[in-house]
C-alpha cells in the first residue's frame, strides 16, 4: 500500500494530504 500517495485506485483514502477531488 503507498501511504505516500493519497487515494489512488483504492476505495480506502489514507489520511495524507486529502486531495481536493471528492
Given at each position: 500500500m503507498?501511504?505516500?500517495m493519497g487515494c489512488i485506485e483504492i476505495p480506502d483514502c489514507?489520511?495524507?494530504e486529502e486531495s481536493e477531488e471528492d
Open positions: 503507498n501511504r505516500n489514507y489520511e495524507i
